[in-house]
């Protein structure tokens, strides 16, 4: 059974930085993409990064140069380094994974609170 758990959220200023963490079990991860998701208040849930099983990395054109996607070398556990945090970042980030040959983002963790005060 799949677990995803986020953890590092929390309020800071604008301008400022923020690590999340999301530890993974369940499985072995190696033949996981991982992601962050985020949903602000009213608004539809967004991608923001996602890694794949080789390495490569995507973002969202809102977060480019400001986040990291990274994960672990037992790859169950994967970062979202914040940097440069703005107001509009404020959000429940989530974490998400899907299995090689699967059916898309299928595990989902239970989201952590990111504040970014002005």
């Known amino acids: 059974h799949v677990q995803l758990v986020e953890s590092g959220g929390g309020l800071v200023q604008a301008g400022g930085s923020l690590k999340l963490s999301c530890a993974a079990s369940?499985?072995?991860?190696?033949?996981?993409?991982m992601a962050w998701f985020r949903q602000a208040p009213g608004k539809e849930r967004e991608f923001v990064a996602h890694?794949?099983?080789?390495?490569?990395?995507d973002y969202a054109d809102s977060v480019k140069g400001r986040f990291s996607i990274s994960r672990t070398r037992t790859w169950n556990t994967a970062y979202l380094q914040m940097n440069s945090l703005k107001t509009e970042d404020t959000a429940v980030y989530y974490c998400?994974?899907?299995?090689?040959?699967?059916?898309?983002?299928?595990?989902w963790g239970q989201g952590t609170q990111v504040t970014v005060s002005s």
């Open positions: 369940g499985d072995t991860f190696s033949t996981y993409a």
């Open positions: 890694i794949r099983v080789n390495g490569n990395t």
């Open positions: 998400a994974a899907a299995r090689a040959g699967g059916h898309g983002y299928a595990y």
